[in-house]
Protein backbone atom coordinates (compact mmCIF):
# COMPACT_ATOMS: atom_id res chain seq x y z
CA UNK A 1 0.00 0.00 0.00
CA UNK A 2 1.19 3.09 -1.30
CA UNK A 3 1.03 7.06 1.19
CA UNK A 4 -1.30 7.69 -1.87
CA UNK A 5 -3.70 5.01 -0.75
CA UNK A 6 -3.76 6.13 2.31
CA UNK A 7 -4.18 9.64 1.37
CA UNK A 8 -7.12 9.02 -0.64
CA UNK A 9 -8.27 6.77 2.31
CA UNK A 10 -7.93 9.38 4.71
CA UNK A 11 -9.78 12.31 2.17
CA UNK A 12 -12.42 9.69 1.47
CA UNK A 13 -13.04 9.20 5.47
CA UNK A 14 -12.73 12.96 6.05
CA UNK A 15 -14.54 14.47 3.72
CA UNK A 16 -17.68 11.54 4.07
CA UNK A 17 -18.82 12.72 7.20
CA UNK A 18 -21.62 11.73 9.03
CA UNK A 19 -22.89 10.21 5.60
CA UNK A 20 -20.37 7.43 5.61
CA UNK A 21 -21.94 4.35 6.62
CA UNK A 22 -20.81 1.20 8.22
CA UNK A 23 -21.29 -1.26 5.23
CA UNK A 24 -19.48 1.93 3.16
CA UNK A 25 -16.57 2.46 5.62
CA UNK A 26 -15.82 -1.62 5.88
CA UNK A 27 -15.82 -1.64 1.81
CA UNK A 28 -13.44 1.09 1.75
CA UNK A 29 -11.27 -0.69 4.29
CA UNK A 30 -11.42 -3.61 3.14
CA UNK A 31 -10.08 -1.99 -0.62
CA UNK A 32 -7.39 -0.53 0.82
CA UNK A 33 -6.44 -2.75 3.55
CA UNK A 34 -7.51 -6.13 2.88
CA UNK A 35 -5.31 -8.10 5.01
CA UNK A 36 -5.94 -6.19 8.19
CA UNK A 37 -9.72 -4.76 7.43
CA UNK A 38 -11.18 -6.80 10.32
CA UNK A 39 -9.02 -5.99 12.77
CA UNK A 40 -8.97 -2.16 11.59
CA UNK A 41 -12.94 -2.09 12.32
CA UNK A 42 -13.30 -4.04 15.25
CA UNK A 43 -10.69 -1.33 16.53
CA UNK A 44 -12.91 1.07 15.48
CA UNK A 45 -15.59 -0.14 16.61
CA UNK A 46 -14.24 -0.62 20.10
CA UNK A 47 -12.71 3.47 19.66
CA UNK A 48 -16.45 4.64 19.19
CA UNK A 49 -18.33 2.78 21.54
CA UNK A 50 -15.59 4.81 24.20
CA UNK A 51 -16.44 7.97 22.53
CA UNK A 52 -20.48 6.86 23.24
CA UNK A 53 -19.61 6.08 26.77
CA UNK A 54 -17.91 8.92 27.38
CA UNK A 55 -20.34 11.39 26.03
CA UNK A 56 -22.76 10.10 27.60
CA UNK A 57 -21.23 10.08 30.64
CA UNK A 58 -20.02 13.84 30.17
CA UNK A 59 -23.64 14.86 29.43
CA UNK A 60 -24.54 13.47 32.66
CA UNK A 61 -22.15 15.42 34.78
CA UNK A 62 -23.39 18.12 33.23
CA UNK A 63 -27.10 17.62 33.79
CA UNK A 64 -25.71 17.05 37.48
CA UNK A 65 -23.50 19.79 37.90
CA UNK A 66 -26.69 22.07 36.32
CA UNK A 67 -29.04 20.89 38.94
CA UNK A 68 -27.04 20.53 42.06
CA UNK A 69 -24.35 23.81 41.69
CA UNK A 70 -26.79 25.89 38.79
CA UNK A 71 -24.14 28.35 37.61
CA UNK A 72 -21.86 27.73 40.11
CA UNK A 73 -20.83 24.14 37.75
CA UNK A 74 -19.98 26.03 35.31
CA UNK A 75 -16.21 26.24 35.96
CA UNK A 76 -16.23 22.77 36.90
CA UNK A 77 -17.74 21.71 33.59
CA UNK A 78 -15.05 23.47 31.90
CA UNK A 79 -12.34 21.35 33.11
CA UNK A 80 -14.54 18.19 33.40
CA UNK A 81 -15.01 18.46 29.61
CA UNK A 82 -11.12 18.40 29.11
CA UNK A 83 -11.12 14.72 30.41
CA UNK A 84 -11.15 12.08 28.42
CA UNK A 85 -10.36 9.00 30.58
CA UNK A 86 -14.01 7.27 31.22
CA UNK A 87 -13.02 6.02 34.46
CA UNK A 88 -12.39 9.34 35.40
CA UNK A 89 -15.20 10.91 34.40
CA UNK A 90 -17.38 8.04 35.97
CA UNK A 91 -15.52 8.56 39.47
CA UNK A 92 -16.61 12.37 38.81
CA UNK A 93 -20.58 11.61 38.22
CA UNK A 94 -20.88 9.07 41.33
CA UNK A 95 -18.76 11.77 43.65
CA UNK A 96 -21.52 14.38 42.47
CA UNK A 97 -24.22 12.93 43.66
CA UNK A 98 -22.99 13.63 47.64
CA UNK A 99 -20.63 16.48 46.77
CA UNK A 100 -21.74 19.28 48.72
CA UNK A 101 -19.17 22.35 46.89
CA UNK A 102 -18.02 21.92 43.51
CA UNK A 103 -14.13 21.54 44.98
CA UNK A 104 -15.57 18.41 46.08
CA UNK A 105 -15.50 17.23 42.82
CA UNK A 106 -12.96 18.96 41.65
CA UNK A 107 -10.21 16.78 43.94
CA UNK A 108 -12.04 13.93 42.29
CA UNK A 109 -10.21 14.56 39.11
CA UNK A 110 -7.27 17.02 40.10
CA UNK A 111 -4.20 15.29 39.31
CA UNK A 112 -5.45 12.53 37.31
CA UNK A 113 -4.32 12.92 33.78
CA UNK A 114 -6.66 12.14 30.78
Same mark, same amino acid.
Given at each position: /???? !? ?8 ? $? ?6 ? %? !????? &??? &?? %????? !? /? /??? *???? #? $???? #? =? ?5 ? +???? *?? +? ?6 ? %?? #? @????? +? ?8 ? *? ?8 ? !??? @? =? &????? $??
Amino acid at each position: /MSYA !DVTVFLAYFA $TAGKSLTE %P !DLRKA &VAA &VF %PEKAN !D /M /MAA *LAER #W $TQYG #W =RDGVRNS +IKLA *LD +IKFASGGL %PL #W @REIQQ +IVDVDVLRNV *LRVLKDARTP !DEV @R =R &VYQGA $TG
